[in-house]
């Protein structure tokens, strides 16, 4: 299966939503996270990745989109390996998405003191994914967002080439049919991944890898 949809968004401005977009519009299934957390072997491609030996055809090959972390922090080399996708960015307003981001992701990836023994590959692959890689290792907020808005422009210069689009979720379904050229959906488009939901996500996921 070939990639289609590369999701660009950092974690954080509604990629979950967007995975079950994609995935209701037929790009199924979409590789999150949640496909990562609590499974060795993906762990471990990711691992590879960081460590300068990336598999993209093995990490996503039975998948039809990624969006979402460890997949965002990647999405120009993915772009390289899967030149016909399109690339999508879920974006969210830069302050509201950091005072998201450092209530939930990033004290989860910097706490080190925090990380269960059994779960050390996934916390190590995650920070340097998110912290080395997405953030050009800058943990402080004006860096952090400084690392924000360039992934966005980054996109957006994308988009006036006709190559990507850039779309908040609040916008519904309409833009995102119309660059993917599918028909819009009778019902809402998705909402969830509240930063509770987030939590419980986690812990499920390294409940499960332990």
């Not at 460590?51 to 972390?69: L, S, T």
């Not at 400084?146 to 309409?174: C, D, H, I, M």
Request: net charge negative.
């Amino acid at each position: 299966m070939a990639l289609k949809i590369i999701g660009a968004g950092f974690g954080r401005t509604g990629t979950y939503s967007l995975k079950l977009a994609l995935e209701r519009l037929g790009f199924e299934p979409c590789h999150h996270m949640a496909e990562v957390i609590g499974n060795p072997e993906q762990v471990a491609l990711w691992t590879e990745v960081v460590n300068g030996r990336p598999d993209f055809g093995a990490i996503f090959a039975e998948f039809g989109a990624a969006v979402d972390f460890p997949a965002a922090a990647y999405w120009r080399e993915i772009h390289e390996a899967f030149p016909e996708a399109k690339v999508v960015l879920s974006a969210r307003d830069p302050e509201r998405w950091y005072e998201s981001f450092s209530q939930t992701i990033l004290p989860v990836v910097t706490d080190r003191s925090a990380w269960p023994d059994h779960a050390k590959p996934w916390f190590e692959m995650v920070e340097a994914v998110v912290v080395g890689k997405a953030l050009g290792g800058r943990t402080d907020r004006d860096g952090i967002l400084a690392a924000y808005r360039e992934n966005v422009e980054a996109v957006r210069r994308l988009e006036k080439e006709g190559r990507a689009l850039s779309f908040a979720a609040s916008e519904g379904w309409a833009p995102l049919c119309g660059y993917l050229g599918a028909e819009v959906p009778a019902e809402p488009y998705p909402r969830t991944n509240a930063r509770e939901e987030f939590f419980s996500a986690l812990k499920a996921g390294l409940e499960a890898e332990a």
